[in-house]
């Protein structure tokens, strides 16, 4: 590890943990000259890292390192040229980017509330201690333990990494011959299996700001899973709720982000609207992935990819957003995203994939390319964004152009009907 001199005008020192974005253009605008940036990055990501060649240091270390080695390493840049602020814009890497600010005194997340933000049965400790939206729930170390929670639980229940993102690994078990095959599954990305029951229901995610142990709820997202993966197959913002079931959806993720003390930036909660009520699934100290931060901005007229970093660096942002979402009018207010992917494996052979007026579509994949069956949100092959006046007409849109992309491509899709998702 190198940390080289910087420029002795340096007023300000950034550390950023994990994808770098286009932070070092909204520091410069923010902070204005003297801004250094260093990021902190495990080194397999390191190659796809987003901004990485915009930072004026990396600092890259072993996938396996654990909290303390990112903390000797924190301080050492720190003991060379003290570092003023601190920011993580993706999962990885944030509970160690806690521990490491906590050991120099610099604000941030506490090491507690990153804790229990990325372990999802600690999460759900934390909620039962304050008798908050229970959910049967226990940690399968091995194939015997998920047999003893499944019996205990009851079905159907569902298996997943403790610690996993992307719906990587999580599995739904609805009889109990699928118990082994959904254990190898959820416990072959290297963490221990959280067991719990499957809550039915609509699925919505909460995108919120908070400062100074306030939130502002932004907008409510409602969501599409595969039946069969669980991987996420599309969205729309804002959700259409009525007031009261809209009220309780925002209120389960703000009583969340308060068990487990998330205080201030921008949060990401998956709640599941059921039966007896609003039940959360997991929450994220970040925005929502998959376009939903620039669906946000779309809907809502606030742009996270300036409030954050801004916040970050010791701004507050709270009064202005409010008076942005309470003035913002767009004509095409509704944003939908919907994706194809495959149940077969194939390769990517490319199309045209012409994109609307309403609407446009990516892929996320190169000529070439792999496809895998749909495992997890990596294994998505097309994207489409498209925006409407009302929350069925962007879904339409989005879904039905997601289906002729996949018919160009030659794919078998997963669902395009939101009837048939989760």
Request: proline fraction near 6%.
């Amino acid at each position: 590890m190198s940390v080289t001199t910087p420029p002795a005008k340096t007023l300000h020192h950034l550390a950023v943990f994990g994808d770098l974005f286009d932070i070092p253009d909204r520091a410069l605008k923010t902070l204005g000259d003297g801004v250094r940036i260093t990021l902190f990055v495990p080194r397999s990501r390191l190659a796809a890292c987003d901004g990485a060649e915009h930072a004026h240091a990396v600092i890259a270390l072993a996938d396996d390192a654990d909290a303390t080695a990112w903390t000797d390493a924190v301080r050492a840049v720190h003991a060379s040229v003290p570092l003023t602020h601190a920011l993580a814009l993706v999962d990885h890497l944030a509970y160690e980017a806690a521990v490491a600010m906590s050991a120099i005194g610099l604000p941030f997340h506490t090491p507690t509330t990153m804790a229990r933000v990325g372990d999802k049965a600690l999460m759900r400790r934390t909620l039962d201690e304050r008798g908050l939206y229970r959910v049967p729930f226990r940690l399968a170390p091995d194939l015997d333990e998920a047999r003893a929670a499944v019996s205990g639980i009851g079905l159907p229940c569902v298996f997943k990494p403790v610690s996993g993102t992307g719906s990587a690994g999580a599995v739904m078990v609805r009889e109990e011959k699928e118990i082994e095959a959904a254990y190898l599954e959820a416990s072959g990305h290297g963490q221990d299996v959280l067991v719990e029951q499957f809550v039915t229901g609509p699925q919505f995610s909460v995108e919120a700001l908070s400062e100074d142990g306030r939130h502002l709820v932004l907008a409510i997202t409602r969501k599409y899973s595969d039946p069969a993966t669980l991987v996420e197959l599309g969205h729309v913002m804002p959700a259409p709720l009525s007031e009261d079931d809209a009220a309780a959806v925002a209120r389960c993720a703000e009583d969340v982000l308060d068990a487990v003390g998330l205080t201030y930036g921008p949060s990401h909660t998956e709640v599941i609207l059921g039966p007896g009520g609003p039940v959360p699934i997991e929450t994220h100290a970040r925005v929502g992935g998959d376009d939903i931060w620039l669906m946000v901005h779309a809907a809502t007229g606030v742009d996270l990819d300036t409030v954050q970093p801004d916040q970050a660096l010791g701004h507050s942002v709270l009064d202005s957003v409010r008076s942005t979402l309470e003035t913002y009018a767009p004509q095409r207010r509704y944003q939908a995203v919907w994706f194809g992917a495959a149940r077969e494996a194939t390769t990517f052979t490319g199309a045209d994939l012409p994109s609307g007026e309403h609407v446009q579509v990516t892929a996320l994949r190169s000529e070439g390319d792999p496809v895998r069956p749909l495992a997890s949100t990596n294994d998505r092959v097309v994207k489409v964004r498209a925006t409407g006046t009302t929350a069925d007409q962007a879904l339409t849109l989005a879904r039905e152009a997601a289906a002729e992309a996949c018919a160009a491509l030659s794919l078998d899709p997963s669902p395009t009907d939101p009837a048939h998702t989760l």
